[in-house]
């Protein structure tokens, strides 16, 4: 299995550009999501889905958008790309484990928004 | 959602074992107990979890109160590679938002 993928590994964009970080695994989980790590600080959920077709906004939704027409990808797309969205990315996908979830992590992508 | 309380940073000698804190004094009963850990440059990894019972595996060993307000995660033998931010965190049901706090930065000296 190569797990959780994350395309691409870095990206700079200038302000106001739009673009789509491709999240895909192959471990048939159900439940994934998007955080975003700033330098210094733990992990802030974007979105999640827990299950194709259903998604849901996190604690900092604002300037992203998500879909999951399949159980295996879920993208993260940048409507308009501001610098306060410079930070890395990381896509998790989870499976059910002694009544609660364990998360498996991507290895991120580093976003510079110029 | 529950909060964790974690020491900033910790340090330990490489092949000592480590005793890493977590508070959780407003835990519910139905909250769990999970550990992951970030090395640097990578994407948080799974550690460990439990709900009431100490938990074993062969990464660490979870211990956690009789009251659980509190648990420590162990590590038997630290090497370099366990030199890594370690977050302690509450969930509740499947699928349920991980909330990381800033954890603890963990470091291992030769």
């Known amino acids: 299995n190569a797990g959780v993928t994350q395309t691409p590994k870095f990206q700079v964009l200038k302000t106001g550009q739009s673009m789509t970080l491709q999240c895909a695994q192959d471990m048939n989980h159900e439940y994934m999501s998007w955080y975003r790590q700033d330098p210094g600080m733990g992990l802030r959920l974007i979105h999640y889905s827990v299950g194709a077709g259903i998604t849901d906004q996190g604690e900092v939704p604002n300037g992203y958008n998500v879909s999951r027409s399949t159980t295996e990808d879920f993208p993260l797309r940048l409507l308009s790309a501001a610098p306060s969205q410079t930070s890395v990315y990381f896509c998790?996908?989870?499976?059910?484990?002694?009544?609660?979830?364990?998360?498996?992590f991507g290895p991120g992508t580093r976003l510079t928004v110029l | 959602d529950a909060k964790t309380t974690q020491p900033n940073s910790m340090e330990s000698n490489e092949e000592e074992p480590v005793h890493l804190p977590c508070n959780h004094s407003?835990?519910?009963?139905?909250?769990?107990i999970h550990w992951y850990r970030q090395l640097p440059s990578q994407g948080p990894e799974y550690v460990i979890h439990g709900l009431t019972s100490n938990v074993n595996n062969r990464m660490a060993s979870l211990a956690i109160a009789e009251d659980r307000k509190s648990s420590t995660l162990i590590l038997h033998r630290a090497t370099l590679r366990d030199a890594a931010v370690y977050y302690c965190i509450l969930s509740m049901e499947y699928g349920n938002k991980l909330v990381f706090g800033a954890g603890t930065i963990l470091r291992v000296k030769s």
């Open positions: 998790a996908s989870s499976y059910w484990d002694r009544g609660t979830d364990t998360q498996y």
């Open positions: 407003t835990i519910s009963g139905t909250d769990y």
